[in-house]
Nanobody, 115 residues
């Protein structure tokens, strides 16, 4: 099991940047993959970015070149650096951790990008 706590959301103008953090309650090296998902009002939750414990990353096409996912094993924390933000990036961002076949979720953090 793992508890995940997100932070770093907020209100930003289009073109701005935010960095989200996800602090885990256990050694993240033992977590197969950690990722960020987002959910906009009236839409389904979608994958934004994922990083495996081997360091491999994958991004949604809509954020490639603008967002970067990274991990600090010593701090048990995963980050999402978001640059060149667009209004369509607005939503609740959730941290996800997968251990074997079980998914764990944080409570979410709101990101609002104004035009």
């Amino acid at each position: 099991q793992v508890q995940l706590v997100e932070s770093g959301g907020g209100l930003v103008q289009a073109g701005g940047s935010l960095r989200l953090s996800c602090a885990a309650s256990r050694n993240i090296f033992s977590i197969t993959a950690m990722g960020w998902y987002r959910q906009a009002p009236g839409k389904q939750r979608e994958l934004v970015a994922v990083i495996t414990n081997a360091g491999s990353t994958n991004y949604a096409d809509s954020v490639k070149g603008r967002f970067t996912i990274s991990r600090d094993n010593a701090k048990n924390t995963v980050y999402l650096q978001m640059n060149s933000l667009k209004p369509e990036d607005t939503g609740v961002y959730y941290c996800n951790g997968r251990i074997r076949s079980t998914d764990y979720w944080g409570q979410g953090t709101q990101v609002t990008v104004s035009s």
